[in-house]
């Protein structure tokens, strides 16, 4: 079982999505069986915010000094899953996922489930710094991405 924790600095998000711990809840009750971590107690945060903050963050964090849709840093290098794990913290920007602003809500929606999945896999030890990890980690996102897109509707 997923647990999350969402918290938001960004009051725009509430516009689009109400019950944000409802939405994310979902979207892992639709995870493939492979990553609901069934029997576990896998904990993360998910902290929804905006280009401002998520740039100082890169800049801190990461030496890179302009904002980006998605951040994640896994509590540890190796995964190992027990019965009980934090595995660690996602943030995504507000202003990556609004773009363009005329946008509907479905298209919002499933760039966030997306981009969710991403920061997710990288939680999990995934990363694409190497075309072969790409690939693969490129893969499961998609496996994933299906089985949330036709089971949340």
């Known amino acids: 079982m997923i647990n999350i924790n969402v918290f938001s600095e960004e009051r725009a998000w509430s516009k689009r999505i109400r019950k944000k711990d409802l939405f994310f809840k979902k979207i892992c009750n639709a995870f493939p069986k492979k990553y609901k971590f069934l029997n576990k107690k896998i904990t993360l945060t998910l902290l929804l915010s905006n280009n401002k903050n998520i740039k100082k963050l890169n800049k801190n964090f990461r030496n890179k000094n302009k904002p980006t849709d998605i951040l994640s840093f896994p509590f ?78």
Not at 76 to 92: L, Q, T, V, W
Not at 122 to 129: K, R
């Open 76 to 153: 540890s290098k190796r995964i190992n899953i027990a019965k009980e794990s934090y595995i660690g913290d996602i943030i995504i920007s507000y202003n990556f996922i609004d773009k363009p602003k005329s946008q509907k809500f479905e298209i919002f929606k499933k760039k966030l489930i997306k981009t969710f999945i991403h920061g997710f896999l990288h939680l999990l030890g995934f990363d694409h710094e190497k075309n072969r990890d790409y690939k693969k980690m490129l893969k499961e996102e998609n496996q994933i991405y299906q089985s949330v897109i036709s089971n949340i509707n």
